[in-house]
Structure formats: structure tokens, C-alpha cells
């Protein structure tokens, strides 16, 4: 999505985390509530975007209360329908095998043990497809890269980063 406001204090954090996206399948971008994951996971996604012919996708999971229903929103975003009596989540690994994109998942926390398995589907059928998952805590998803997204700076008062982006 188009972002209205500036990325106050992320500049060298985003570099590094869309360096750790070309280089490696799964990056999860950690830290806790409103530290500031999605609106990175966005910037990171929009920096990129013309590496992935296959385009970046955004799946976000806030509104998805129950587990099962992880396959179901990463296909719809995707535009993937169901096939026959195949796991949804098998239909959706196989179809994302032969592309190139990257899928950000957003807000993993809450499903986090059905996000883990998706995840781990995709990332298992396919070399070309990059996921950027948010997060309060890790996956643990085997061959998982962290970056953990600290608060902004206090030190610096008024000049501070932190007071920058409460101004702004």
C-alpha cells in the first residue's frame, strides 16, 4: 500500500533488511507492538519491488482470527483457488514454485503456529520466492533470518528520531 507518512529513523534498517530479503528466503522482522514492522515490511517491499517479476504481494493476518484460515488468506491475495480434495496450502506452495516474488506476511504473532507451517510450505517448494514476515517473536522456522526492529531513539530530546516521528 501507498504510505502517506515519512520513515522517520529506519533508513540504515531498511537497507539491511531488504540486503537479508535478496540474500536469504525468510527474513522475519521481530519487536514489539508498534515498534514500527509493518510500516518497515511496506518500505522494504516497495524498495524491492522491481527485483520480483512476479510482483510483492502483502498478506495481512490481524484480522485473521482462526489458524485454519492462514492457506485460505495467502490464496485469496493471491488470486489461488482451491483444487479438488488438495490441501489448500499444497495448491498454494506448488503454484508459488516456478515464480518469482516476494510475499510479505504481516502480523504473525497471534497464528504464529499456523503462519510457522505456511511459511515453512512455501519457502520448502520453491528457491525463487522470498518471504518478509512481522512479528512480535520468530517463527523458528529452519533457515529463518531475524531482524529484530528496535524502538527509536529518545537520546537527543527534541532532535531525537523518536520526537521527529511524533511530530510528524
Given at each position: 500500500p501507498r504510505q502517506f507518512t515519512s520513515l522517520v529513523g529506519r533508513d540504515d534498517?531498511?537497507?539491511?533488511?531488504?540486503?537479508?530479503?535478496?540474500?536469504?528466503?525468510?527474513?522475519?522482522?521481530t519487536g514489539v507492538g508498534g515498534v514500527g514492522?509493518?510500516?518497515?515490511?511496506?518500505?522494504?517491499?516497495?524498495?524491492?519491488a522491481g527485483e520480483f517479476p512476479d510482483g510483492v504481494w502483502l498478506v495481512e493476518l490481524a484480522a485473521v482470527a482462526d489458524p485454519g484460515s492462514i492457506p485460505a488468506a495467502i490464496a485469496t491475495?493471491?488470486?489461488?483457488t482451491p483444487q479438488g480434495d488438495t490441501p489448500l496450502i499444497t495448491t498454494?506452495?506448488?503454484?508459488?514454485?516456478?515464480k518469482r516474488l516476494l510475499l510479505v506476511v504481516d502480523n504473525c504473532e497471534?497464528?504464529?503456529k499456523a503462519a510457522r507451517s505456511a511459511i515453512e510450505m512455501?519457502?520448502?517448494?520453491?528457491?525463487?520466492?522470498?518471504?518478509?514476515?512481522?512479528?512480535?517473536?520468530a517463527l523458528g522456522v529452519d533457515g529463518e533470518t531475524v531482524l529484530d526492529v528496535s524502538p527509536?531513539?529518545?537520546?537527543?530530546?527534541?532532535e531525537s528520531d523518536a520526537v521527529t516521528l511524533f511530530v510528524d
Open positions: 534498517l531498511v537497507r539491511h533488511a531488504a540486503e537479508l530479503v535478496r540474500d536469504r528466503q525468510l527474513v522475519t522482522l514492522k509493518t510500516r518497515m515490511a511496506f518500505e522494504v517491499g516497495a524498495e524491492l491475495v493471491l488470486g489461488i498454494v506452495a506448488a503454484t508459488l514454485a516456478a497471534h497464528v504464529l512455501i519457502v520448502g517448494r520453491s528457491g525463487n520466492v522470498r518471504v518478509l514476515a512481522t512479528s512480535r517473536e527509536l531513539a529518545v537520546a537527543g530530546g527534541t
